[in-house]
């Protein structure tokens, strides 16, 4: 029997995954590679960190963890793979089962057999057909000659003005690094919210953040046109009308697969123009798998398929296609539940599962519940967590969560994925065991008491009522009565200042002359967190009261002005 | 209907928890809480922090995260509980559903009546029957005065030397305390490692890091004698015959339920000692319920009861016993997977599930894996983790996850804990879809990493060796060929010094002189982590070699001596 020819296109995550684990499973095998990029492997969600200069050595991006270069003969070396660099496949004859190369070079063409292939072609970065777009200094942050351009922009300190089109998670990103770098950075953004895999007023904490950092932001907006002076870029203009000067736009609206390659060849397409692939990772030719950025997935709570590009996923997904590649139908991949989280400057931010938004527009019927408390005890320099659980309202099972804050976000979202991807309830939640010890969380981890929030919520003991409601009905001229149980100090220090009664919640048993005569009157209690917002309720509901409300998260989790100081 | 009565017995973790819980389902209720300290709701798990001196305000380990103390009148004011402190309670009458208690202040005593009563009383620490244990100078931590008393002795500081009997979580702890205060501190332990959540070689590296701070480790060796002069202790005598000088002496070898007052009830009381309780939380008297470290609770792997006193479970178990109290059998608890982390100065360490020495003695038929490698990307501060999961060999269900190391273990305990809990397979995990970005993790997790080592040994393609077996053999003047596949620079700076043969992994492909010439002489390969170890078994077999092993987790997980330098 000869041995198997394995021909991998594309070279950034999944490709090298799937040719190095292919190689592995069958040391026989003749496994190519080819890249249409001058590098190999590289670390593209590092890019902004390189660019920012959390670290100089460019090659770092490239190497191994003890500092090996990934270069063609480090993967013919260290893991029997033949990789060719500078490399476009330009063609796949799915009959003969060759590929057509061009080696961007020298120009010379070449034709590779394969028995099995596999498309690992990433995505493409969107590129909106905006006026000016062509000009120097408009650039995207896809590749690495993209992350060696604004290192170099940055290292150059020449750029005062920078531009960021698009306020999803590479623009955020960037925006940090090119903010940190010393640039004075504006976001623009379409739609009213920064990230939107979180709901808007969670976004709206991490707005504020961004904000307090200098960065100005513009939601709802747009760019119409990207000005210019002898094909320099000297500025944008936005939809709104205002004129943005600036010597760089980084355009990051997102990306789209590249599949052209599979499309030429007659492979199935899905609705998000990703390549289609069955849970072996298999596309519509038996011989030829999909991986990484090119493909759309199930998403393990819709069950219907989705285009996300995420670099984890690449990887996991090349290794589930190439054990089926050499091993027959041997894996599968279950696919997602969107997990995702960024760093944005003292924050972290991120989520799993379906946002309350997503969750609606998928028809689920929908509970949720805002938590705003500690992550570890304070005298162990506890720092603030924001988070929302959302769960259904029929069966209580964790649809989503979403974190924001200066704590321990990474173990929060950790465990809340694994929670999502089991389906766990929020019963299930309610009692997890989960490792305790003051460094580490609270007794009552912060995601454990998010579910018993929820719980509360779902049992009809707590009446919630979001922040964003809050404000829109107080912007809208109504009056309910806003209780405030916080201590008179924690009012003096910050307060909402939109017409509240500060009656500390230990006073609150004896303090019926300052509340509403009418028992049937709106009462909105909330405190720091709103532990004793949710106290005040239960007990003016047990001296009568019956339209209390909690508002969910307190003051900490209140995404709009507050005054500060005396 | 007149007021429920609810009567809480004790103060600290699930008393508190459950005495605010069932008053805020019941606002009716009239909720007592009789505690024997002087104080309530102590962050008990806090003490090594505040004797280490992490922080200097004591009352912080008795306030509310917006720094008020949960003191009777807070008690009495925030939460509507009569909460009484310095009250001993000395019997309860069933029959008459009374408490008697005794004021110690003043000793007066009273009688409470109760519809619905909650044991929550705790654990005593062990006290071995040691010659001179009532010396001054030997102590323990477990109440509040053990805490005053040990950080008075820090402050002062004329103790030069102390001994910690007993090497578990509080003993480390308390280790790491002393040691920062400028003692030097002995840890005697009678089994042979710390740490017994851990599997033995997974101890060694706590061991070894413990050690590197300056302390001296005894372990398989105890204490014969307190020493002692007028009174105090002046050492330790232990049963190897070592004598270790010594001012302080904290014991800290275990606690046991304190179940003395429900023993008298005539309460059912489990082999442990703890008070038996179904999965309501209910004793064996329908009228009285019972949480925290005095109970026994449902392992939720082997189904078996076991005594679990961790401060989270206690509040997780009194929530869910003041549901029932209030509501009627309207919440379970399931149990516990014995999640566990602490620090261990630049460490940290933890485990879920069952270790695989545990696992074993509870007839599983087990597989295992270790896994040195990164928390996050190189660039970003990597930091090690080195980790070991266990499964049933017969259907991949992920028994435990244990982690140690300078990294960040808390995420990957709290991920692993919850696929503990759901019953995850290796296959699970292998796809699961977790947070990545470069400052939280590296694009496959470090616990998806471990299962896909673990997948790879369950297919059989790759063949592990532990490191505690090749010392052992080694030690027996075995000699295996030892191949350390690194390349000359990591060897020259750090190496086991065995009598290993290094051929770089890039060059093995074409090593063959350097090799053993029978191709069924047994080769144990390793790398730092193991990742190229396992390449090397993979060329090797595909060049005939028969007897390929790879030492897992490399020279990181290496828990004994290596040489350094040139």
């Known amino acids: 029997m000869s041995a198997q020819k394995i021909v991998v296109i594309g070279g950034s995550a999944a490709g090298p995954k799937a040719a190095a684990r292919a190689r592995r499973l ?57 990789a060719k660099v500078n490399t476009e496949v330009t063609a796949i004859d799915r009959e003969n089962r060759t590929v057509s190369g061009i080696d961007l070079g020298s120009g010379e063409t070449s034709t590779v057999e394969y028995d099995k292939l596999i498309l ?65 950075v504006s976001v623009v953004e379409m739609l009213s919210q920064l990230l939107t895999f979180l709901d808007w007023e969670m976004a709206k904490l991490v707005e504020k953040h961004v904000a307090s950092k200098g960065v100005t932001v513009h939601t709802d907006n747009g760019v119409a046109e990207f000005l210019g002076e002898g094909g320099k870029l000297t500025g944008v203009r936005l939809k709104d009308g205002t004129t943005v000067p600036c010597e760089l736009a980084v355009v990051s609206i997102g990306v789209v697969p590249n599949a052209d390659l599979a499309r030429d060849a007659g492979l199935a397409i899905g609705s998000f123009g990703g390549v289609t692939v069955d ?29 996300a590009p995420y670099g984890d996923l690449a990887n996991l997904e090349a290794r589930v296609a190439a054990d089926n590649m050499v091993l027959g139908d041997a894996r599968t991949f279950p696919g997602t539940v969107n997990s995702g989280i960024c760093k944005v400057f003292d924050l972290s931010a991120g989520a799993t599962g379906l946002s309350e938004r997503r969750a609606r527009d998928e028809g689920f019927e929908v509970v949720t ?31 989503g969560f979403q ?66 409601e809050v404000k829109a009905r107080l912007d809208n001229g109504e009056k309910p009565f806003i209780l405030d149980v916080r201590a008179p100090g924690e009012f003096e220090a910050m307060r909402l200042n939109v017409g509240e ?59 709009f002005h507050v005054d500060m100081g005396r």
Chains 1, 2 share one sequence.
């Open 120 to 184: 690992c072609t990433g995505a493409n970065p969107r590129r909106p057909p905006i006026p000016g777009i062509d000009l120097d200094g408009v650039c995207s942050l896809s590749e690495m000659r993209d992350a060696d351009r604004l290192r170099g922009l940055v290292d150059a300190g020449r750029v005062k003005n920078a531009v960021i089109v698009g306020g999803g998670l590479i623009g955020i990103e960037v925006c940090e690094a090119l903010t940190k770098s010393g640039m004075n």
């Open 26 to 82: 069958d040391a026989e095998a003749e496994v190519t590679l080819l890249q249409k990029a001058p590098e190999l492997s590289m670390a593209s969600c590092g890019y902004p960190y390189y660019i920012g200069g959390d670290f100089d050595e460019r090659d770092s991006l490239l190497a191994t963890p003890t500092g090996v270069v990934r270069d063609p003969a480090f993967f013919a070396a260290a893991k029997g793979v033949n």
């Open 501 to 559: 009664t500060l009656i500390p919640l230990g006073a609150l048993r004896n303090a019926q002359d300052k509340l509403p005569v009418d028992k049937d009157a709106e009462i909105i209690a909330f405190c720091k967190i709103s532990m004793r917002g949710y106290e005040a309720q239960r007990i003016l509901e047990a001296r009568g009261w019956t339209n209390v409300k909690v508002m969910e998260g307190g003051i900490m989790a209140w995404p």
């Open 369 to 399: 519940a805002t938590n705003a408390s500690l992550d570890r005890p304070g005298f162990m320099g506890a720092r603030l967590l924001v988070s929302k659980m959302v769960a259904d309202a029929r069966t209580g099972r964790i649809l």
């Open 279 to 307: 849970e072996y990772m298999r596309t519509s030719d038996p011989n030829i798998y999909a991986a990484g950025d090119c493909v759309e997935i199930n998403h393990r709570i819709t069950g219907k398929k989705v285009f």
């Open 403 to 468: 974190c924001v804050g200066p704590g321990e976000v990474n173990r929060q979202l950790a465990e809340a994925a694994m929670a999502v991807m089991n389906g766990n309830t929020v019963l299930d939640v309610n009692t997890a065991d989960l490792p305790y010890a003051p460094p580490f969380s609270l007794a009552i981890d912060h995601f454990i008491t998010t579910a018993h929030i929820l719980d509360n919520k779902m049992c009809g003991r707590m009446t919630g009522i979001g922040n964003a």
